[in-house]
């Protein structure tokens, strides 16, 4: 108990010294709003914007784009990361090809993948989920070479299929190098939608980002969206970390 | 040849049949050359050898985990097959999987062939409490000792009840107070219920408490350099262990110095 409440604690004191820092910055800099809005008008921006019903839209179209980019992306990575940690020719054949897609910039491709899939929520699904992709391929493929050969030879001598050795012994035995690349997949999952949304969307907080910014020159507003953007990263991050302490027994 | 003495005939169990053994790595080392060895069901036999004369690929063509390079391995009439339930091989490490319960681990083999979960529960528990670890079901690999997790291993070993017992020097992590301990109950395990066992062993004592019949295998590339047999009376102890055994154990010994001179058991004079 003692345990939780001083984790608390010293969350409300890192908060609390974060928004005195940033109050400070803009007292002693004397930064007009639309340079940097100190945290209350940033505050009274995101009250305006939830009470008008504009935050929650456009929180709604990103989280959706969010999840199913990262399960998309997610659930491909790790069927990907398997056939590439089995098999020696797999990753011989693919890798260059996924290293070679990660290595170029997203931004330049997202118009593309766009106008390619017809530039509805499918397209920014996809650009989410290839964002989210190679970190938990890589992760993937790691965990399953690290399986204990020991172990895989005991199997086999009690007969396993390949089948129930992948999900026997590659799967759990990987479980704790896929889920570190499922913390990095998360946080890009929310960069991903952004930068989908950036390429053609009418609505979500990328493109709110994008009209606070540009259109209306209203820093606040803009705030407000990175916020909920930071917000919803942790939140999706907190899940991970959850799913891993219950899944992850050692 | 053999000579079984206990009170019950030697029925159950596996004929084996190595005929013209040889395994040849794909890098060319030659571990096994033309091995040929009947055991009979039922019998104990020991394999002995010095480290890296093949004594575990051998284990291991029998469990059907490595194809012969040349000659015919044959259980009862069939080559082995791993997972059909008539050989289990208890290796050198107690290769347990670290994030399953005890129980979990030594119902694994049952588990992999879908056998329903009470089932499971009573044969694993059954199972446990014959190598003495009835208490352990829920404890993780982790929280047992070293002693526990050969037993654990021993447990999933014969959970399927194989009529053929591979034992890769399964206590020769054990200090030697508590291997003589193992090696008391397995004879005990094998007594109670006979079947086909195979153990492969760098220690002549033991051998020689457990089994019918020895096999002293070369250097590398391994070969069958002498069959001694063990006619000693059943249940062995330490005292039954008098003349006539020191004589195995001279016999045995001489025939390692010989094979692998200078190498073993100076010791032996002749």
Redesign the interface.
């Known amino acids: 108990m003692g345990v939780i409440v001083r984790r608390i604690g010293a969350g409300i004191l890192s908060l609390a010294a974060f928004l005195v820092a940033w109050k400070l910055i803009t007292v002693i800099g004397d930064l007009p709003d639309f340079i940097l809005p100190p945290p209350e008008a940033v505050v009274q921006r995101g009250l305006r914007a939830i009470t008008t019903g504009t935050l929650a839209t456009h929180t709604g179209v990103t989280l959706v784009e969010i999840i199913l980019g990262f399960a998309v992306g997610a659930l491909t990575a790790i069927a990907t990361g398997i056939a590439l940690g089995k098999s020696v020719l797999i990753e011989r054949v693919l890798s260059p090809y996924i290293v070679a897609a990660q290595a170029v910039p997203i931004l330049a491709l997202a118009p593309l993948l766009d106008i390619w899939f017809g530039g509805g929520l499918l397209a920014r699904v996809l650009i989410c989920a290839l964002i989210v992709f190679f970190p938990i391929a890589i992760a993937t493929m790691v965990g399953i070479r690290s399986t204990d050969p020991?172990?895989a030879?005991?199997?086999?001598?009690?007969?396993?299929?390949p089948r129930?050795l992948i999900l026997?012994?590659e799967i759990?035995?990987a479980l704790p190098v896929i889920f570190g690349g499922l913390r990095v997949g998360v946080t890009l999952a929310v960069i991903g939608a952004v930068v989908a949304e950036w390429a053609g969307a009418s609505s979500g907080l990328g493109v709110l980002i994008n009209i606070a910014n540009q259109g209306l020159f209203d820093t606040p507003l803009m705030f407000v969206a990175l916020t909920t953007l930071a917000v919803i990263g942790l939140a999706f991050y907190g899940l991970v970390v959850l799913a891993e302490r219950r899944l992850v027994?050692? | 040849m053999t000579t079984v003495q206990r009170s019950e005939p030697a029925t159950r169990g596996l004929a084996v049949r190595v005929a013209g053994l040889g395994v040849t790595f794909p890098g060319g080392t030659q571990a096994l050359r033309d091995i040929s060895l009947d055991v009979e069901p039922g019998s104990f036999t020991a394999v002995i050898g010095p480290n890296g004369c093949g004594k575990s690929t051998l284990l291991r063509v029998l469990a059907g985990l490595l194809p012969p390079t040349r000659g015919r391995v044959e259980l009862g009439a069939q080559p082995p097959r791993p997972g059909d339930g008539r050989v289990s091989l208890a290796f050198q490490q107690p290769r347990l999987v670290p994030w399953l319960s005890t129980l979990d681990n030594v119902a694994l083999p049952l588990t992999l062939h879908g056998v329903a979960n009470g089932e499971r529960r009573r044969r694993a528990e059954a199972a446990l409490d014959r190598v003495g670890l009835r208490d352990a079901v829920d404890r993780t690999p982790r929280e047992l000792s070293g002693g526990m997790r050969q037993r654990a291993a021993l447990a999933r070993a014969l959970i399927t009840d194989p009529p053929l017992l591979l034992l890769d020097e399964p206590f020769s992590a054990l200090d030697a107070l508590t291997r003589e301990a193992f090696d008391a109950e397995l004879q005990r395990l094998w007594l109670d219920q006979p079947r086909t066992v195979i153990l492969v062993t760098h220690s002549v004592g033991e051998a020689i408490a457990l089994a019918d019949r020895i096999v002293v295998l070369t250097a590398r590339p391994g070969r069958v350099a002498r069959e001694v047999a063990v006619d000693l009376p059943r249940p062995r102890t330490f005292n039954a262990m008098a003349p006539r055994a020191r004589e195995i154990e001279v016999a045995v010994r001489e025939t390692l110095a010989s094979v692998h001179p200078g190498d073993l058991v100076p010791w032996v004079s002749s």
Not at chain 1, 153 to 161: F, K, P, V
């Open positions: 020991l172990l030879e005991m199997l086999r001598s009690l007969g396993a299929t129930q026997r012994l759990p035995s027994a050692h």
